[in-house]
């Protein structure tokens, strides 16, 4: 893909710093586990969604709030990510304590920071006259920031001869999704699905290790599932799926190959260690189809 025919996106999202404790299995209430590994690596899904777009081909750029730690900034940088929409203050940056066992199932306990004090005006400002194809957001930013990002998708000249398309990764769960925001794609999973309480657009249910269903209007039409692949962690597959559906659709390809994509690519993802070092690239995706 030539850098002059990439797909446009925009990723309005967290950007946190994981703290990921892998253990031979996860700890009862009341219990501690020892003999874990540690490390530090960047995530958020906002960031890593951001950072899945750039690899798989897409000319990305980031808008979200960090604090005082470099190590996110720096990851989306080191993939061409365009960080000017990037506010930076004095607080913490967002941080998720992530336990890992051998099987590769988590537990996630986010402390937002700094994802909690992006504002509407940190989006309308960073948006202003912003050219894209996509503007991907998820539920990790307040609503205000969200609904900002849904308008300006909305408001964004598209490329292609074809309107900018939003798309809504609701994770994690809230509730049923707010009527102003009205995603064109909606990304979901099951405990997700049921509390959107939505079931009108275009809307991708995924389903872990069994694939995914896309649905038009409460319709079926296209259901994929992954390729075989052994779990070592499922952090950031959801983020993989998400970005590499919709660079899928931009494309231009059908629906039912750009489900089977994404599938793809969440495995790949959920077969390798970390949130960001676990994304694949373009070249690894297509290796995989």
């Known amino acids: 893909m030539s850098a002059a025919s990439a797909p446009r996106l925009t990723v309005v999202g967290s950007a946190n710093v994981d703290f990921v404790a892998r253990c031979e299995r996860l700890p009862r209430p009341g219990e501690t586990v020892t003999d874990a590994t540690f490390e530090r690596v960047p995530g958020g899904k906002g960031a890593n969604q ?25 990851s ?8 000017s929409g990037v506010v930076r203050d004095d607080g913490e940056t967002g941080v998720a304590l992530i336990l890992v066992e051998r099987s590769g199932e ?28 996509a503007l991907i957001c998820q539920q990790e930013i307040p609503l205000d920031a969200i609904l900002a990002a849904a308008s300006a998708a909305r408001e964004a000249v598209g490329g ?7 798309c809504l990764n609701a994770a994690p769960a809230r509730g049923p999704i707010a009527p102003a925001l009205k995603p064109d794609l909606l990304v979901v999973n099951r405990y997700e699905h049921e509390l959107a ?6 809307i991708a249910l995924t389903l872990g290790a069994e694939g995914a269903v896309l649905f038009e209007s409460g ?12 779990m070592v962690d499922g952090t950031a597959a959801g983020d993989a799926f998400c970005a590499a559906l919709v660079i899928s659709l931009l494309e231009g390809r059908e629906r039912q190959v750009a489900l089977a994509r994404a599938c793809a ?25």
């Open 50 to 74: 951001a950072v899945a777009a750039a690899r798989l081909g897409a000319k990305v750029r980031f808008v979200g709030r960090i604090g005082r730690d470099d190590l996110t900034l720096r």
């Open 76 to 83: 989306l940088e080191n993939d061409a990510v365009d960080v």
């Open 106 to 133: 988590d537990v996630i306990v986010v402390a937002p920071g700094a994802n909690r004090r992006l504002t509407a005006d940190d989006v309308i400002t960073a948006m202003r006259e912003c050219e894209l194809d």
């Open 160 to 166: 292609r001869g074809r309107p900018s398309l939003f």
């Open 197 to 202: 309480a939505r079931r009108d657009g275009l």
């Open 219 to 230: 319709v079926e039409v296209a259901r994929a599932r992954p390729p075989r692949v052994e």
């Open 265 to 289: 690519a969440g495995a790949l993802a959920a077969s390798r260690p970390g949130a960001q070092p676990s994304l694949p690239s373009a070249a690894e995706l297509e290796a995989a189809m």
